[in-house]
């Protein structure tokens, strides 16, 4: 996903889907699709305790959600419908919505590292200060609203669909002030 076909012409689309099928309907549809529209999940890497010990895990970006990119045709809409557990395409009035480049950007600049997996980033705080020393949100110090140092994670805020989301992402505490 993290090339520079994200604004060649062709358009984003959003489809809410049932929550935890997200990889399996990115592959039907792209067996369904084969020439037609590409299908995108974001995902993320997540540490998380159990047991005691810490594991990564990779979890979904945004939960429910499957990006569309390509020209989605009439035929092409009702196909989508016919697909188990998505639920709608994001509309805009009777119209299928399209998101902004604003929107797509953000997203492209995290999985930029190559594949579709946002890593970790390492941080470090003074004060009330965040400073992105390095990863993924290297750009992003302003749309960082706060760090769980206990979780290892940052709350980082998106738009997309014309929606805010809020987003959390793995990150290493450096140091502390």
Not at 75 to 88: G, M, N, P, T
Not at 95 to 114: C, R, T, V, W
Request: charged share 30%.
């Amino acid at each position: 996903m993290a090339d520079d076909s994200a604004m060649n012409g062709k358009q984003w689309y959003v489809l809410f889907v049932k929550t935890g099928s997200e990889e399996r309907i990115k592959r039907d549809l792209s067996a369904r699709f084969e020439s037609g529209p590409a299908f995108y999940v974001p995902r993320k890497l997540m540490k998380e305790r159990k047991d005691g010990k810490w594991h990564n895990v990779i979890r979904p970006l945004f939960p429910g959600y499957v990006l569309v990119h390509g020209e989605i045709t009439t035929e092409s809409y009702y196909a989508l419908k016919e697909v188990l557990d998505i639920y709608f395409i994001l509309k805009d009035g009777c119209k299928p919505l399209q998101i902004s480049e604003a929107e797509i950007l953000p997203i492209m600049h995290l999985l930029n590292d190559g594949g579709d997996v946002i890593g970790t980033s390492d941080i470090i705080m003074e004060g009330d200060r965040i400073f992105v020393k390095s990863g993924p949100l290297q750009a992003f110090d302003g749309n960082i609203l706060s760090v769980n140092h206990r979780k290892g994670r940052a709350k980082v805020r998106f738009c997309i669909a014309e929606q805010e989301k809020i987003v959390e992402l793995s990150v290493n505490i450096l140091s502390r002030t």
